[in-house]
């Protein structure tokens, strides 16, 4: 899996910055989007949707992968773009975390950043170190 070019992550910051505006957050009023590139090269966006039972609420981290498993089935991350207005943007919470953890291999990359661009760069295993992972299942 290669990393994505300067071009392709700029593409996938604005569709996540594009998408965060659609997000649902009537109870934190705290909006995020995510955009991510899987190895295909496929894109795929979602936003964070929350629900008044706070459970039922979805992460726009989530929301993006989920997106990406319903079109593509079986398939790796390769970069994940996530957005929100914060100057120090916050990064995926430990559910998102483990979802991204799934579906993303050693050459995955997540990336934090506002609306004018992308701040931080993480590895999985530095924001998840010592995963649970399939392979603990086999």
Request: glycine share 6%.
């Amino acid at each position: 899996m290669k990393k994505n070019s300067a071009a392709k992550l700029q593409q996938l910051h604005a569709f996540a910055v594009s998408v965060r505006k659609n997000s649902y957050s009537p109870y934190s009023k705290y909006r995020v989007g995510a955009a991510l590139s899987t190895d295909s090269g496929a894109m795929f966006y979602g936003c964070n949707v929350e629900n008044a039972s706070y459970g039922g609420t979805i992460c726009a981290e989530r929301a993006a992968i989920f997106s990406a498993v319903s079109a593509e089935g079986k398939m790796k991350i390769r970069d994940i773009v996530v957005v929100t207005a914060e100057k120090k943007p916050w990064p995926p919470c430990g559910f998102c975390r483990q979802v991204i953890a799934e579906f993303s291999d050693t050459q995955t990359q997540i990336h934090l950043g506002d609306e004018k661009k992308i701040h931080k760069t993480y590895s999985l295993s530095e924001l998840l170190p010592e995963a649970f992972g399939p392979q603990n299942l086999k």
